[in-house]
């Protein structure tokens, strides 16, 4: 599909080696509530006019027609502004031409190849990223900035690996080549830094779902100091991959994608409870209380979701995205928002919550992840909305 979009609930999957379009993401908790821990304020410049810090539960993910200036686009963020959203994460693709480029990175402007089912989404312009950072401003809202890279499909033939957390491993990228690509992806991430202190971002995602850069501990480091010198906001990594790695002493939240099997793979989503999927979630979060612990930091799941539709064993693959031709059914989707909801809005050390995904596209006859006029928004409401 061609276009910026914007991601609202929900980001990218911790198995999925599909792109993550452009888009609109948003916190998923009450700003006001006494328990949700705060990430390290917002420096304002003497010119800048100082703004009330919220906890940046995050969320992300959309994908449609529509770029991120789109007037539909805009429009669906009041419905987020409304549910009681505090933040909204952009997320969008710039590319490689291969897993084993070092570079250069690269906008793609109306997608790829008719058909190809992964890293299909346009680069969004800069001044359509500008206007999406001022429509969620002026609505109240925070932004987490989260440009992504992957490789390029039209460069690669189907069945390659294409996924971004891939990139220098077949076969392994030599120093030299880690040295490369790392200057060239700091430059492209260094003005991503300018653009959101320009614009008075609150929090920089300079990295996500990056799994075979993740021991490149000095370059990462690098990474962090530099963009810091340039932008004041929070700036975080977000990985799929559940490592404890020592660089993330250097990120202010540990931020993962989190699309964890809560059932076996055989099971009908009809015949699993919201009290079942809760279970299941406090189990899988333990490793990350624990990891945050370790750290003295807070926990963000960067990104979750599911689709609307019934599937066996869909509740193991939350991540399943080929969900057109398959029964809808809203409240799959739903019992999985109430879930996370329930597992993790009590958690003092849970900093955020992204659910993948927002467009205004979404609908009763939708199957995808958007909650968009379904009974996932009913749940957002009904823990969100102000009184």
């Known amino acids: ?120 989404a346009s680069s969004p312009t800069n001044a359509s990223i500008a206007a999406a950072i001022r429509a969620v401003h002026a609505l109240g ?76 501990e000095a370059h990462w480091r690098a990474l962090f100091s530099a963009v810091r010198a340039v932008f004041t906001g929070a700036v975080y990594y977000s990985s799929q991959s559940g490592a404890d790695f020592p660089w993330w002493d250097e990120s202010d939240v540990i931020a993962q994608d989190m699309y964890p099997p809560l059932t076996n793979a055989t099971v009908n989503p009809d015949d699993v409870s919201v009290d079942d999927l809760v279970a299941a979630w406090g189990k899988y979060l333990q490793h990350f209380h624990d990891m945050g612990a370790r750290h003295n930091k807070s926990v963000v799941l960067q990104e979750t979701g599911i689709c609307s539709v019934s599937k066996a064993g869909l509740y193991n693959v939350p991540y399943f995205f080929e969900c057109y031709g398959l029964p809808l059914d809203q409240a799959v989707q739903a019992k999985y928002y109430e879930a996370v909801f329930r597992a993790v809005y009590p958690l003092s050390w849970i900093g955020g919550v992204t659910f993948w995904k927002w467009g205004a596209q979404g609908g009763p006859t939708d199957p995808t992840f958007f909650p968009f006029n379904k009974s996932a928004m009913d749940v957002v409401r009904k823990y969100l909305a102000p009184p």
């Open 1 to 120: 599909m061609g276009g910026a979009f914007f991601n609202v609930l929900a980001s990218f999957s911790i198995a999925a080696v599909y792109a993550k379009s452009a888009g609109f993401n948003f916190v998923s908790f009450d700003a006001n509530h006494p328990r949700a821990p705060k990430t390290p304020p917002r420096k304002n410049k003497p010119h800048q006019k100082p703004r009330p810090e919220k906890p940046k539960q995050v969320a992300q993910g959309f994908e449609g027609p529509a770029p991120y200036d789109a007037p539909e686009s805009l429009a669906s963020l009041t419905t987020l502004a409304t549910a009681g959203v505090n933040t909204v994460t952009l997320s969008f693709p710039w590319y490689i031409s291969s897993p084993q480029s070092t570079g250069p990175i690269y906008p793609v402007d109306g997608g790829c190849p008719s058909g190809a089912p992964f890293n299909n």
């Open 141 to 216: 809202m925070a932004v987490v900035l989260r440009p992504i890279i992957d490789p390029h499909w039209s460069s690669t033939q189907r069945g390659d690996s294409t996924w971004r957390g891939a990139i220098g491993t077949s076969p392994p990228f030599s120093p030299a080549q880690w040295d490369a690509f790392f200057g060239g992806y700091a430059r492209w991430m260094l003005a991503w830094a300018s653009l959101a202190e320009a614009e008075h971002v609150e929090t920089l995602c300079i990295g996500a779902e990056l799994e075979s850069t993740e021991p490149q």
